[in-house]
């Protein structure tokens, strides 16, 4: 018991120091700008002399206000983003760490008369430590691919094969909600990608839980792989529950969720798709979304030839 409560309180402090560089981050970000804009407004802007003809100091005046403006809303932009940013992550922390508060206090008051519920307290506890990781390996992931510092290794492999293998893994989790898993390609045939075969696999599970997590209970998710060209394009489509038109442009956004009661019941970060999109984004590849609500949605994003 002494290891599993070393492990729960170091996760809790390992988050904790996490959130506490994240939010250094963004403060030095947004005094970065602040401090360019400050040293904007000190600086003198030079007088014209009497050749330079009044039309021209008008323009020149207009461009430097539409410069200083154009600042001033981005620091603004980036502010608010700060903010929603740390409220987003404290929401997001704030439910596992009290998880693992109440479990430990149990425990530490000498627990419960019952080894088995004491072990459940602990399973339990364990099982919001994985959350809080989880939130801290995706923030990690999507901040250094944002900053470039996610190295892309592109290597030539069989993205047919790669989807295979996802549908094997996650196979288990559909059964439990009775949706099955296909791959509806017509030939067995390799189609070779060119691109980071880890951060691809990522990518497509990212979709495919996506997809059983909010799927329909007898539902299908298929998996398409097609050629057009240039490029191959990789579709998951899924008869779940669709996303509401308002929310579609906004769904690849950090915490951002269509339906948020649902999602954290689902267990779901809020940040698997704003990865997805940041990776292909990485590999220069686009994604889209088409959805209805109620009828499901298909996910469709292109990858190099190999």
Request: proline share 2%; aromatic share 6%; hydrophobic share 35%.
């Amino acid at each position: 018991m002494s290891n599993t409560l070393t492990i729960i309180i170091t996760s809790l402090a390992s988050a904790l120091v996490f959130c506490g560089i994240m939010r250094l981050f963004f403060f030095n970000r947004v005094k970065k700008i602040s401090d360019q804009i400050k040293l904007q407004r000190k600086s003198q802007y030079p007088i014209p002399n009497t050749q330079y003809p009044l039309k021209e100091l008008e323009h020149q005046v207009k461009e430097w206000s539409a410069e200083r403006k154009e600042e001033i809303e981005q620091l603004e932009k980036l502010e608010n983003y700060r903010k929603e940013f740390l409220g987003n992550v404290s929401h997001e922390l704030k439910t596992p760490i009290f998880n693992i508060q109440g479990y430990i206090s149990t425990l530490l008051d000498g627990g419960l008369e019952d080894k088995t519920i004491n072990r459940n307290y602990l399973q339990r506890g364990m099982k919001s430590v994985d959350r809080m990781i989880a939130i801290v390996e995706d923030l990690q992931t999507i901040t250094q691919l944002e900053k470039g510092e996610l190295e892309i290794e592109e290597e030539c492999f069989d993205i047919v094969a790669l989807t295979k293998d996802v549908i094997d893994a996650q196979e288990l989790k559909a059964k439990e909600k009775k949706i099955s898993l296909e791959l509806t390609n017509a030939s067995e045939q390799p189609i070779w990608v060119l691109a980071d075969k880890f951060r691809i696999r990522q990518v497509l599970v990212n979709l495919v839980v996506n997809s059983v997590r909010y799927g329909k209970e007898n539902g299908k998710t298929t998996i398409k792989i097609s050629d057009a060209g240039e490029k191959i394009i990789v579709e998951v489509a899924d008869s779940g529950i669709g996303i509401p038109k308002e929310h579609i442009s906004r769904i690849f956004e950090r915490f951002y969720r269509a339906d948020k009661s649902r999602s954290r019941e689902q267990g779901g970060t809020g940040l698997g798709l704003s990865i997805v999109k940041h990776i292909l984004e990485a590999h220069g590849q686009t994604i889209r979304v088409m959805s209805t609500e109620g009828a499901g949605s298909v996910f469709a994003f292109t990858l190099k030839k190999g």
